[in-house]
Each structure stands twice: as structure tokens, then as C-alpha cells.
Antibody
Framework: EVQLLESGGGLVQPGGSLRLSCAAS????????MTWVRQAPGKGLEWVSA????????YYADSVKGRFTISRDYSKNTLYLQMNSLRAEDTAVYYC????????????WGQGTTVTVSS | QSVLTQPPSVSAAPGQKVTISCSGS????????VSWYQQLPGTAPKLLIY???KRPSGIPDRFSGSKSGTSATLGITGLQTGDEADYYC???????????FGGGTKLTVL
């Protein structure tokens, strides 16, 4: 069974850092791109970042560019999102998702991990 | 302000049909495939339609998708109370080099 399990969320002060993890299982991790999507409380979906299967290509939303870094560890089948200089507006549930085709065809989603940025 | 524009809400009676529109531009919908997602309350989104009109395995044919120019439409027939959810369109934006979503449409089955 294909599964994605996020972890690493929590409460952090503005300006702080947090690293999210997404453990993947049930598929060949290196063969697929991976993405992060977030959802602020009561709001819609916002794409955050994507990384190619090889890791050679990364993409970021303008709202997080320069502050967030996406990466992947093939030995651990794990996707990461390093979040620095966090702001209140980064408060959201963060989902990792596996695209089945191009980056927009996210056919498997994790359950999400909650990040709260507050003093 | 989302790059893709969806109506905030739609409603219809059980058994009826509803359509949800998604409007974009040539840099996104006009030149890229559209996907649709269903998000039931308190759950992660679920892929409903991809490549404009294809359904993943397990998605009933009550759900359909279409695209024309810079707009896309999700159709749901034979509405059920279990279809009450938020629906999002998504596509790649070539100018932004990223995925863009619509603001979401809340479907109420009266």
C-alpha cells in the first residue's frame, strides 16, 4: 500500500525554523516527484514546493522562496521541507503528496502535519 | 487571491447535477492539463480528475471533467449527501513555474 506519513510540525516562534519530514512507502521513491501543499486554517490549498524524482529540479511558491528548502533522502525514502524565517502566515496544515504524472496530478496524500507560528 | 478562479459555493438537491467552473489564463489552464481534488471535512484532498477529464481508478463516472480554452469544469451527476465537500482545481502555471490551485468551491447537497 502506498503511504505518506508527515511529521515534524509544531509550535514555533516567528523567525524560527522547523523541518518537516514525509516518510514514503509502498512505491519506488526515486521514480516519482514529490510535493508539499499547505492549507491555512479555514483557507484553500496552497502549493508550496516540488522536487523531481532525481532531486535535480526544485520549485517553490513565491511566498516561500528563499526561506524554505525541499530535499529528499533516497536511503530513507523520506521527503523534507526545511522552513526558516517562519512567519505567522506560514501557519497551516502541511501535506506531502506524490504526483502520479506531472506535478499537478497528486494521487497520494499524507494526513498532514500542523505548523503554528506564534509568539 | 488565487490564480485560478472558482465560485465560492454551489448547491443542488440530491440526485441532481452540478457544475463547478475554474477560470485561468493562457499561462496555466490554456496550455496545461487540469486536475480536480475533493476534500471532505477534516480530511486530506483526494484526486478526482486528472489530465482534464480522466478519472483515477475507483472514482465513479458520476464525476467528469472538461476543458475549453482557459477554463475548466467539473461536473457531478446523481448528487449524494456524501459529495458535500470542498472542490479544488489545479494546474501548472508556466509563468510562475509552479502549481496553482483555485480558491476552492464548497458544494452543499440540500
Amino acid at each position: 500500500e502506498v503511504q505518506l506519513l508527515e511529521s515534524g510540525g509544531g509550535l514555533v516562534q516567528p523567525g524560527g525554523s522547523l523541518r518537516l519530514s514525509c516518510a514514503a512507502s509502498g512505491f519506488t521513491f526515486s521514480s516519482f516527484a514529490m510535493t508539499w501543499v499547505r492549507q491555512a486554517p479555514g483557507k484553500g490549498l496552497e502549493w508550496v514546493s516540488a522536487i523531481s524524482g532525481s532531486g535535480a529540479s526544485t520549485y517553490y511558491a513565491d511566498s516561500v522562496k528563499g526561506r524554505f528548502t525541499i530535499s529528499r533522502d533516497y536511503s530513507k525514502n523520506t521527503l523534507y521541507l526545511q522552513m526558516n524565517s517562519l512567519r505567522a502566515e506560514d501557519t497551516a496544515v502541511y501535506y506531502c503528496a506524490k504526483p502520479g504524472g506531472d506535478y499537478t496530478v497528486m494521487d497520494v496524500w499524507g494526513q498532514g502535519t500542523t505548523v503554528t507560528v506564534s509568539s | 487571491q488565487s490564480v485560478l478562479t472558482q465560485p465560492p459555493s454551489v448547491s443542488a438537491a440530491p440526485g441532481q447535477k452540478v457544475t463547478i467552473s475554474c477560470s485561468g489564463s493562457s499561462s496555466n489552464i490554456g496550455n496545461n492539463y487540469v486536475s480536480w481534488y475533493q476534500q471532505l471535512p477534516g480530511t486530506a484532498p483526494k484526486l478526482l480528475i486528472y489530465d482534464n477529464n480522466k478519472r483515477p481508478s475507483g472514482i465513479p463516472d458520476r464525476f467528469s471533467g472538461s476543458k475549453s480554452g482557459t477554463s475548466a469544469t467539473l461536473g457531478i451527476t446523481g448528487l449524494q449527501t456524501g459529495d458535500e465537500a470542498d472542490y479544488y482545481c489545479g494546474t501548472w502555471d508556466s509563468s510562475l513555474s509552479g502549481v496553482v490551485f483555485g480558491g476552492g468551491t464548497k458544494l452543499t447537497v440540500l
